[in-house]
């Protein structure tokens, strides 16, 4: 009879207590009809009527300084509204939904126990996070005609994907994006310090549509010289010596300048990025007679997917679902219900 407790106590343990302590926020977050969250692959996935139910979200609003309640997949449409031009196409959209919802998931997961920029709400509204605008918001950005013209394509770009979120090894992943990689992503540690599996250096062959694909800051070479300096407290730089001070260093996987060697001093590509207001650390310099050019490639920090590759990718006829496999590498796509 005691044998017979305890190891009911430990089949409870394994199969009740342990799943639930790992999943209890997200629980106590969204509850469910049924005891535990199920996560199931999403191939086969035709959506549940039992998950029909409303699931509202505490936001941080940023210019408002408050937090706001809003509906789960209507906050969702208000980031992909916020995240994606809505003239994008469908599966791109789609592809932004998810990441979107994966990343609210995320944040909700990770914050419980550190909030970091805001203790009020896990998320906010703002670039800090993900930009979510609600439709009021909308209408004043945009206009009443943009509204009426692309709300329900982004509502179904959402509705269409409902619960879906990407894991990789049953874990919610940080699903990083940015607006055009430049021809390849990057891996993670490459740009921050942490390596994730699933955000590796992948060819994004499908962006000459963006408008961001290159761009160009002119300067002269003496401002140039002077603000390196600055930033470098360095005082043997001058115009006539740039060329041979100032060398590359390291080059990521996928293209861009993690370290320059300037004088003996060495900086990041992320560094030199922000002195100089560029699109992106995929740069080089021509020099032309006083000025100098950097030439950028891309725009943003080139990790994950590539929102104008990801349209690419739709135009030439993938799906979401492999624009997001695509990007992310060895993510499984399942729904929350
Ligand atoms: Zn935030």
Redesign the pocket.
């Known amino acids: 009879m005691k044998k017979i407790s305890i190891l009911a106590a430990i089949v409870f343990l394994v199969l009740y207590i342990i799943p639930t302590l790992s999943l209890q926020y997200f629980e106590k977050k969204y509850p469910s009809k049924k005891t535990e969250v199920e996560i199931a692959e999403s191939n086969d996935s035709i959506i549940s009527d039992d998950n029909s139910e409303r699931r509202n979200v505490q936001v ?1 609003d ?1 210019n408002n300084n408050k937090v706001i309640t809003i509906e789960l997949e209507e906050y969702i449409m208000g980031v992909v509204a916020g995240e994606m031009p809505a003239e994008f196409e469908i599966e791109a959209l789609k592809a932004q939904a998810v990441t979107a919802r994966t990343y609210l998931l995320y ?1 909700l997961k990770k914050n419980t126990t550190n909030p970091e ?2 203790k009020e709400a896990p ?4 670039i ?2 993900q930009v979510y605008y609600s439709k009021d918001e909308l209408i004043k950005k945009y206009s009443q005609e943009w509204y009426d013209k692309y709300w329900d394509k982004i509502a179904n770009a959402v509705t269409s994907t409902k619960g879906q979120i990407l894991t990789f090894e049953d874990k919610i992943i940080e699903p990083l994006f940015h607006s055009t990689s430049g021809g390849r992503t990057e891996n993670s540690e490459d740009v921050f310090t942490a390596f994730a599996p699933y955000l590796r250096s992948v060819d994004s062959p499908y962006e000459a549509n963006s408008p961001k694909l290159t761009a160009t800051v002119a300067m002269p070479i003496a401002e140039f010289v002077e603000k390196l300096k600055g930033a470098l407290g360095i005082t043997d730089l001058t115009v006539q010596n740039l060329k041979d001070k100032i060398s590359l260093l390291e080059v990521s996987e996928g293209g861009k300048v993690k370290t320059l060697q300037v004088g003996d001093k060495v900086l990041t590509g992320r560094e030199f990025r922000s002195l100089y207001n560029l699109n992106s650390t995929n740069f080089k310099f021509v020099q032309n007679n006083n000025t100098i050019e950097i030439v950028t490639t891309g725009y943003g920090h080139g990790v994950g997917m590539s929102q104008y590759g990801a349209n690419g990718m739709a135009i030439e006829g993938y799906n979401y679902q492999d624009i997001l496999k695509h990007y992310y590498t060895g993510v499984k796509l399942m729904t929350y219900k």
Do not use: A, E, L
Not at 123 to 126: A, E, L, M, N, W
């Open positions: 941080y940023v944040k920029q805001h998320i906010c509204t703002g800090h996070c």
